[in-house]
């Protein structure tokens, strides 16, 4: 991606006199500003706007968006995210005025297809993970794993038991640990064995009557579907705790497997991830949350129900850990959510999840020739690739490779994560890309290991910016055009 279009900021290419709009002379009586506002409010100076014209303005932001990677313009397999092309039906319908235009204060009798709507995803939602009770209020994944986390302490607190662990595999997302420290819990790591899955021993050496939650990513972030997940959930339950599952992998399972069937108590969803919302920027999502019956009365309030002919938020349920979010949660994603379930329906989301491990499988197979990957002869929806040989060899870091990735028109993998896997890269091609894609991708990364350390070290070199440096970008971020005067 040659990219050479100038990064100046508007400031800089600000012209004294540029207007984007005339305004005609004003042809009704004035009034002078220190009328109207209070004479300390009024600013001796103009403030410091850039003066350009539309086309300027125009031209500087289309530009500026062209030289992003994101998922309309680019292959984008970054792991555990679930990167799929958004259809854009889905965008079209959650903007309709029907949709988009309603107020969370209008009478609920004016909301009825919209509570309709919410209504039914619940229940489609509650049929996929098989868990029947269902929470729409959660604003992202992470944010789900802390409000069912919360359900699950109310839960113990009202059997007057007090289990105050959570535990969690090694290989998890960070997320987890943060939600269980959010919900005021402990975390207690669980060894992963040599072959990427749940270290049994380790697990029954950790379960005892402090255990509230063990929480599990199925498929795990090495993209494996652990074999003993029954075995695993009978020995939390015989401890007397609760099965937790991490759903940002469902995209792998949809309709093949259902986390309730499976031994889960308590899930999220991410319909960012895996129902078509576009993701990534901070964009809003949604984390909805599936619990077993038992967990139903500790939800967050309200919820949809269906009463009579009609529909109406539920307020009255004196368990409830009470609301996690205002309103109904980010309804413009679950618009997009519902969208996607009913235009694929139940075997179109099986063929998603079908399609989604076909194309992860292939991309295995070729990569695995080109880079180790050290957890798997065949994988779900992603598997993870190691670059430690390389690095070994020749000095090569997974950062070099992920960078110089861009060069060549590609938006990298996820990086060093899981942290189990040294030199990591998560790949996940999701069911959306083409044969033609995938192979695009191998050859590039083929071609990419055979290159000078030097060329890589300093990769990528096509982009307008380079290599920033990350860590100031975060201690130090520059939010200022100029430092106040
Ligand atoms: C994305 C992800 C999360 C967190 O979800 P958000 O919607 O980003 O908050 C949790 N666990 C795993 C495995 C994930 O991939």
Not at 156 to 182: C, K, Q, W, Y
Not at 216 to 245: C, Q, S
Not at 390 to 398: D, H, I, Q, S
Not at 399 to 428: C, N, Q, S, W
Request: charge should be negative; charged fraction near 25%; aromatic fraction near 6%.
């Amino acid at each position: 991606m040659k990219n050479t279009q100038s990064t100046q900021l508007l400031f800089e290419l600000s012209k004294p006199g540029c207007r984007a709009v005339q305004l005609p002379e004003c042809d009704v009586p004035t009034k002078p500003l220190d009328e109207l506002l209070p004479k300390e409010s009024i600013s001796k100076t103009a403030p410091p706007l850039p003066e350009l014209s539309e086309p300027d303005v125009v031209r500087h932001f289309v530009n500026l968006s062209t030289k992003n990677f994101s998922v309309d313009t680019h292959f984008y397999p970054l792991g555990s995210c679930t990167m799929k092309y958004n259809p854009k039906r889905n965008e079209r319908l959650a903007s309709l005025p029907g949709m988009a235009d309603l107020h969370p204060y209008q009478p609920e009798s004016t909301l009825q297809g919209m509570l309709a709507l919410l209504h039914q995803s619940q229940n489609m939602l509650a049929e996929i993970a098989g868990l029947p009770a269902v929470s729409l209020q959660p604003a992202a994944g992470a944010h789900g794993e802390m409000a069912a986390l919360l359900v699950a302490a109310a839960y113990f607190r009202d059997r007057g038991e007090r289990r105050t662990n959570v535990l969690i595999p090694d290989a998890a997302h960070g997320t987890n640990p943060a939600s269980a420290a959010m919900a005021d819990l402990k975390t207690v790591a669980v060894k992963s064995t040599p072959e990427g899955f749940v270290d049994l021993d380790d697990l029954a050496a950790k379960l005892d009557d402090r255990t509230a939650v063990f929480m599990i990513t199925n498929p795990n972030t090495l993209g494996l579907f652990e074999p003993k997940i029954e075995r695993i959930a009978k020995m939390v339950h015989d401890a007397g705790g609760l099965v937790y599952l991490d759903g940002a992998n469902m995209n792998a399972i949809l309709g093949v497997a259902r986390p309730g069937d499976f031994g889960a108590d308590l899930m999220h969803f991410n319909p960012h991830k895996t129902f078509s919302s576009p993701h990534g920027g901070g964009g809003p999502g949604a984390g909805p949350i599936a619990v077993a019956e038992l967990l139903g009365p500790y939800l967050p309030t309200p919820v949809v129900v269906k009463d009579g002919e009609g529909y109406r938020l539920d307020y009255d349920r004196p368990k409830s850990i009470g609301r996690v979010r205002s309103f109904f949660g980010n309804v413009g994603v679950l618009v997009r959510m519902y969208c996607y379930l009913r235009s694929h329906g139940p075997e179109g989301l099986r063929r998603i999840a079908e399609d989604a491990v076909l194309n992860a499988n292939y991309l295995l197979h070729r990569v695995k020739d080109i880079l180790p990957v050290p957890h798997g002869e065949r994988c779900m929806h992603e598997f993870v690739a190691s670059s430690a040989a390389l690095k070994a060899e020749r000095g090569v870091t997974t950062m070099d490779i992920a960078k110089r990735l861009l060069d060549y028109g590609f938006h990298a993998p996820t990086v060093y994560f899981p942290l189990v896997v040294r030199e990591a890269m998560m790949i996940e091609p999701t069911e959306t890309e083409s044969r033609a894609a995938l192979d695009a991708f191998a050859d590039a990364l083929a071609r990419i290991v055979e290159e000078s350390p030097e060329l890589l070290h300093e990769a990528p070199h096509e982009t307008p910016i380079s290599r920033p440096d990350e860590v100031q970008a975060a201690r130090k971020p520059v939010l200022r055009w100029r430092e106040e005067e």
